[in-house]
Antibody, heavy 122, light 111 residues
Framework: EVQLVESGGGVVRPGGSLRLSCAAS????????MSWVRQVPGKGLEWVSG????????GYADSVKGRFIISRDNAKNSLYLQMNSLRAEDTALYHC???????????????WGQGTLVTVSS | QSALTQPASVSGSPGQSITISCTGT?????????VTWYQQYPGKAPKLMIY???NRPSGVPDRFSGSKSGNTASLTISGLQAEDEADYYC???????????FGTGTKVTVL
């Protein structure tokens, strides 16, 4: 079964840092680009970041550029998101999702993980 | 990049057909074939329902269909069932190439 499981969410103060992880299983992880998409509870979806199959190409939403770093470890079938200088507006459920190809150009995401909740609050 | 516009809610009785619209611009929906629809139950992961405007992944019932005209894409659910009650999001490739744009989301209620 193709599966993505996120972890690492929690409560953090403004200005703090957090590292999210996504464990992939059931498919050849290094054949696909991967992404993070966030969702404010009860609200819509916002693409946050993406990385190509080998980590050599990355992309970020303007809202997180310079603060978040996406990376992957193909040997561990894992995706990561290092979140620094966190703000209240970063509070959301963070999903990892698989691109339909090895690159970053969006066609569709499938599958998605259930997400890990990040709350930024003092 | 502004979010694609969807109606906040659509409802229908079991067995009826409903259509959800997704309006963008020529820089996203109107310009490319990569329009996608996702279904999301509360507390669950989004699920791919339609890709490339009108294609269904294996396992998605054929009562779900997609189409596009100009800058507006549509998802139609024919023969509405209770299990179709969920949130639905459209998305599209954009002229910016890397970041996709998502719709505002539509809550489907089965009366």
């Amino acid at each position: 079964e193709v599966q993505l499981v996120e972890s690492g969410g929690g409560v953090v103060r403004p200005g703090g840092s957090l590292r999210l992880s996504c464990a992939a299983s059931g498919f050849n992880f290094d054949d696909y680009g991967m992404s993070w998409v966030r969702q404010v509870p009860g609200k819509g979806l916002e693409w946050v970041s993406g990385v190509n199959w080998n980590g050599g190409s990355t992309g970020y939403a303007d809202s997180v550029k310079g603060r978040f770093i996406i990376s992957r470890d193909n040997a561990k079938n894992s995706l990561y998101l290092q979140m620094n200088s966190l703000r209240a507006e970063d509070t959301a459920l963070y999903h990892c999702a698989r691109y339909s190809s090895s690159g970053l150009e969006y066609n569709w995401f499938d599958p998605w993980g259930q997400g890990t909740l990040v709350t930024v609050s003092s | 990049q502004s979010a694609l516009t969807q109606p906040a809610s659509v409802s229908g009785s079991p067995g009826q057909s409903i259509t959800i619209s997704c309006t963008g611009t020529s820089s996203d929906v109107g310009g490319y074939k990569y329009v996608t629809w996702y279904q999301q139950y509360p507390g669950k992961a989004p699920k791919l329902m339609i890709y490339e405007v009108s294609n269904r992944p294996s396992g998605v019932p054929d009562r779900f269909s997609g189409s596009k005209s100009g800058n507006t894409a549509s998802l139609t659910i024919s023969g509405l069932q209770a299990e179709d009650e969920a949130d639905y999001y459209c998305s599209s490739f954009t002229s910016s190439s890397i970041p996709p744009v998502f719709g505002t989301g539509t809550k489907v209620t089965v009366l």
